[in-house]
């Protein structure tokens, strides 16, 4: 798996992968957009700004990078980048499948995505995602799987995404909703030919959203890799937004609460890798600091307590607008 790339690194940050979801177009729902990015959304402004996020990232020890097709130019961004070092072969690769972007580089169009996870779906993206990726692609995910997917029951899908895996694609999903922990069990119990489609799954686990701790260490012990995503809460975690307890335990720290929150995810046992959804250098130096943050006992009781309900957390997020 292209992940053991990663399991055998020694930088404090190899376990800390940059997500593009934010920067790949000019809408999304992370809080406080104006001020990360600034009027200027245009196409190059953002391809500026990916390129310089990767750079830094880069230097700074991240060697995972997550994109989709849904987000707006990421792929194109990201093979811009890879293309212009060849020499960069340390890299991993993840993009996602089953969303189109349809909000045409706007913010406010009336509807940002088209979900679908039928077969021909899944060929025409993986066609385009190869145009731009080819063989840095290492892993492409079904994304945003549900426990009522039919890309969960789909044999026939099933076995295109076996003959992918065949030739040396990881396929994996990602999960999202109150029922994260359902999806996983379920994605667990597909296989092809007796053996398991899925080798790994990227959820929304933050302070806040706990809900899928349990499926994701299963999924851990069945051998897939766990992705993080969302480990911020679409910005309800950073300084300007975070709880007080968070706030707290930050400044005890002497660290962000960004740093804290994801730290708190790096202790996981289960979590292979942990997304930052940085929009700037400066946020993705703070998010890095992650990887030397040490929580004691009561920070972490502390903490606990901000878990809410998965209903209500999904339900907030679903309300964030698009900026």
């Not at 679908?116 to 066609?127: C, G, K, M, N, V």
């Not at 092809?192 to 499926?215: C, I, K, W």
């Not at 292979?272 to 030397?292: C, D, E, K, M």
Request: aromatic share 8%.
């Amino acid at each position: 798996m292209p992940f053991a790339r990663l399991a055998t690194a020694t930088t404090p940050t190899c376990h800390i992968g940059l997500g593009l979801a934010a920067i790949g177009r000019p809408g999304y729902i992370n809080l406080g957009r104006t001020e990360d990015l600034g009027e200027d959304r245009s196409v190059e402004a953002l391809r500026a700004r990916t390129h310089e996020l990767l750079d830094a990232a880069y230097v700074q020890g991240v060697r995972y990078f997550d994109v989709a097709r849904s987000y707006g130019r990421s792929e194109e961004f990201l093979a811009d980048w890879l293309n212009a070092r060849p020499s960069f072969d340390d890299i991993v690769v993840g993009s996602k499948w089953g969303y189109t972007y349809t909000a045409s580089w706007t913010t406010d169009a009336e509807q940002h995505e088209v979900k679908d996870h039928s077969l021909p779906t899944y060929e025409r993206q993986r066609a385009e995602t190869a145009e731009l990726l080819g063989d840095r692609l290492d892993l492409y995910q079904i994304h945003s799987v549900t426990p009522d997917s039919p890309a969960l029951t789909d044999k026939e899908l099933h076995a295109k995404l076996a003959e992918a895996a065949a030739q040396g694609t990881t396929i994996g999903f990602s999960t999202s909703g109150p029922a994260q922990a359902d999806a996983i069990r379920a994605a667990l119990a597909v296989t092809v030919d007796g053996e398991p489609l899925f080798r790994t799954v990227q959820s929304t686990y933050n302070v806040l959203e706990t809900s899928a701790a349990h499926a994701l260490a299963e999924a851990h012990d069945a051998g897939l890799t766990v992705i993080v995503k969302e480990g911020m809460a679409n910005g309800r975690l950073a300084d300007a937004y975070a709880p007080d307890v968070l706030k707290a335990v930050a400044a005890e720290t002497s660290l962000g609460c960004d740093a804290v929150a994801l730290a708190l995810i790096l202790r996981r046992p289960w979590a292979g890798v942990v997304l930052s959804g940085a929009a700037t250098v400066n946020q993705l130096s703070s998010n890095l600091h992650a990887a030397v943050v040490d929580l004691d006992d009561d920070q972490l009781e502390r903490l606990a307590t901000l878990a809410e309900e998965p209903g209500a957390y999904w339900e907030q997020r679903s309300r964030l607008p698009w900026n």
